[in-house]
């Protein structure tokens, strides 16, 4: 087999170059060719210095993940860095696209780094419920610093190569297109050097003993909100500490112990299984990869309210102009303000610049007529959730659009193909589900039709990544894949409080668990009126009678809880009250209920719907209902979504859970390919 790294000599250069697509991760063939390209240097007299970089579109963007948890092969990276770290001739790293973990752990073992300006460095492996394994936690913090390093480690966000350049993480700039030349003349120019600083002596950027515990007590303070429930970025923390306060050789031992410990760990198995969910989730079975894509250079958008704005600002961002239509200007104009609005706070944050917020809106244009609407290439609905009125809606779309446009609608819970038959080209219909609020949360669920064409599709899908969305497809069925599974837990969660739970025991379930918010928290931000008769006499149920009390969730100061000003909530006991008079009504007897009970009742069902979804073929995959829970719902990404967490559970445990209840859940349809993978000792993933 040929070696993804070969060696070229520029003059006394050695130039040490790796060409492994995708992304030249550090594979073990990789690795050691990094370890041979030094020694030859090292073994050649007429060989004064060496540059390290790669072909393709990126510097090393990280270790292989995809050898993670299989045996080891090759030199290791750590003792591959060391020798590199230990030459007596500057070792230079040339960097473009993106030097990630493992890669940027490469960089830092260099004596020098050189990067074009679009190049990004970071360390992400907390990402992957990690750390960097190889050094990193002890060099970087050497080279920028203990408080920049905790920045970039325990957050993994990396930074531009400007920036780099300012903390003194890269050592010059090249012109974009200059990198190689610039590399080897900056190489040549150390080379004149008597020695070369080894990124693991330096001591001149780590701070006074007196400062040290100061500085981890202050940021602990400032993030533990940001960070709880994780292991990783309290293990980050540990090491980077130890870089602060022992010598490197101990530093890298501690370094050792938790990366270990991490990688063994059930939560970085469920961040490195989202991390190729996430990829996996891209890709349609049956429409192959290099289906021609349908040009996509401008997008309207029906509706100017909180989702329809939201939806369009993902556009403007990404530099597609779009045409947003309503029934009467006053709507236009409120919905046009609310963007305003929200692009200012983007730019209060630091989020972008106000030239980009400017560029974004003047991208937008508003109409009150649909022929404005003729040349768009996809336009999507978002208006009020009616089948009629989405019919409506889609009819004149079809008369209007020019053919070969897609039509999209952002509908929740309705059926797609019902609203593709009110057009003549059921082919370019299909929906775009996104989460409110819509400028913000990644997930997209895209809901492909019977009818859906595969160019549509994979069109759709493209644009979703181009837009910063995760999308999963779903088929049609009611709720798609995220709204399908949160009802039987709503319907169960409903059933518990009658039965004698309380609603903010049952929250507090969900929350220990890792979720944002229980059910009913979720119910009172949303409005316990969704979906009410709002016919205050006609009381067939609690929840009419909440609403028929005025307390009607969040906005109305009172819900299942009380709240404040803040909207903070507090348990209430007129809800107390009210739930036993209903179990009372309907002849429910109130008992003691475990949090064991409330996780089978409701995460366990939630398990089995999402094992419906699958055997339906509503989704594509096991991987696709973690992503959508994830990115859609809060689900805590190190437990890696519902069907993974499942896996670790052991299916024959929610098997169990579930029989358990039996006679409890009698609208329980318990699904055939659950039972049949746990009878097996299969798993989803
Ligand atoms: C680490 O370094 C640990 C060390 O500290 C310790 C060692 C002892 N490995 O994302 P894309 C695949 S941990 C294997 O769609 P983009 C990816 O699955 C690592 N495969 O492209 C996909 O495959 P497919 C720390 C990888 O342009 C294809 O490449 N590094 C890896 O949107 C294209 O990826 C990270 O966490 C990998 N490391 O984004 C960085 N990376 O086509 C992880 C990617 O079959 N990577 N693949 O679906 C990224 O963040 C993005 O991939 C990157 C490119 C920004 C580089």
């Given amino acids: 087999m040929t070696s993804p790294v070969r060696t070229e000599r520029h003059d006394d250069v050695l130039v040490i170059v790796s060409d492994n697509p995708p992304v030249n991760a550090l594979g073990a063939a990789v690795r050691q060719g990094l370890k041979d390209g030094v020694e030859e240097g090292l073994a050649d007299d007429a060989v004064k210095a060496i540059v390290i970089r790669c072909d393709g579109r990126t510097f090393h963007a990280g270790a292989d993940i995809t050898e993670f948890g299989k ?10 860095l060391d020798a590199m770290e230990a030459s007596s001739k500057p070792v230079v790293a040339a960097i473009h696209g993106t030097a990630l973990g493992g890669g940027l752990e490469v960089a830092l073992s260099c004596h020098y780094r050189v990067a074009v300006p679009s190049a990004k460095l970071g360390l992400p492996e907390v990402n992957l419920g990690l750390l960097p394994g190889a050094g990193g936690t002890q060099r970087l913090p050497r080279v920028v610093g203990v408080e920049k390093a905790l920045d970039m480690i325990v957050f993994g966000k990396p930074i531009g190569a400007k920036e780099a350049e300012a903390i003194g993480l890269v050592d010059k700039l090249a012109d974009e297109d200059a990198l190689a030349e610039t590399a080897i003349a900056f ?17 001149d950027k780590l701070p006074d003993a007196t400062e040290v515990e100061q500085i981890f007590e202050d940021f602990k303070q400032k993030n533990h909100r940001k ?176 053919d070969g446009a897609i039509l999209a609608s952002n509908t929740s819970y309705l059926n797609v193909d019902e609203i593709a038959q009110a057009t003549k080209r059921p082919g370019y219909v299909l929906g775009m589900h996104f989460f409110s609020p819509a400028n913000v949360m990644k997930l997209l669920e895209v809901v492909r039709g019977a009818e859906t064409r595969g160019d549509v599709l994979a069109t759709v899908m493209a644009l979703s990544k181009k837009i910063g969305k995760v999308a999963v497809v779903a088929g049609v069925c009611h709720g798609f894949i995220g709204n399908r599974m949160l009802s039987p837990r709503q319907r169960e969660a409903n059933k518990l409080i009658l039965e004698g739970a309380k609603p903010w025991d049952i929250d507090r379930v969900h929350q220990e668990f890792g979720m944002p918010m229980g059910p009913f928290q979720m119910a009172d931000l949303a409005g316990l009126d969704i979906g009410w008769h709002r016919d205050p006499n006609r009381i067939e149920s609690l929840r009419d009678e909440l609403c028929a009390m005025d307390r009607r969730g969040q906005k109305t100061g009172a819900g299942f809880y009380d709240y404040d000003e803040n909207r903070r909530g507090t348990p209430s006991q007129d809800v107390e009250d009210l739930i036993r008079k209903w179990a009372d009504k309907e002849g429910v007897e109130q008992r003691e209920i475990s949090d064991e009970q409330i996780r089978e009742r409701t995460i366990y069902t939630m398990v089995n719907e999402g094992a419906l979804i699958l055997e339906e073929g509503m989704a594509q995959r096991a991987s696709d209902i973690d992503v959508v829970w994830v990115y859609g719902y809060g689900w805590p990404r190190y437990r ?46």
């Fill in 71 to 80: 045996p080891p092969q090759g030199p290791n990276l750590p003792e591959t």
């Fill in 187 to 203: 190489a040549k120019e150390m080379a004149k050097k008597d020695s070369h600083p080894a990124t693991s002596a330096r001591t």
């Fill in 227 to 402: 960070i709880r429930g994780f292991d990783a970025p309290a293990a980050n923390i540990r090491c980077i500490h130890a870089a602060a306060t022992l010598p490197f050789e101990e530093g890298i031992k501690v370094e050792r112990e938790e990366f270990m410990k991490l990688m063994q760990g059930d939560q970085s198995k469920a961040q490195r299984h989202l991390f190729f969910a996430e990829r996996q989730a891209a890709k349609i079975d049956d429409v192959p990869k290099d289906t021609p894509l349908i040009p996509v250079k401008k997008v309207g958008i029906i509706g100017a309210g909180t989702m329809g704005g939201g939806i369009a600002m993902n556009f403007l961002s990404a530099g597609i102009p779009v045409t947003m239509l309503e029934m009467k200007q006053e709507a236009l104009d409120r919905g046009t303000g609310v963007m305003q609005k929200n692009y200012a706070g983007n730019v209060k944050r630091g989020r972008m610049s106000e030239e980009q917020a400017k560029a974004a809106m003047d991208r937008l244009s508003t109409t009150l007529d649909y022929a404005d609407l003729a040349d768009c290439d996809l336009v999507i609905e978002a208006v009020f959730e009616s089948m009629d009125v989405k019919k409506d809606v889609f009819g004149k779309l079809d008369a209007h659009v020019k």
């Fill in 640 to 685: 890696g979504g519902p069907m993974f967490w499942a896996d670790l559970e052991g299916l024959d445990t929610i098997v169990g859970g579930l029989e358990k209840h039996a006679d409890k859940m009698p609208e329980l349809k318990m699904s055939a390919l659950l039972k049949d993978k746990a009878a097996k000792g299969e798993t989803f993933n």
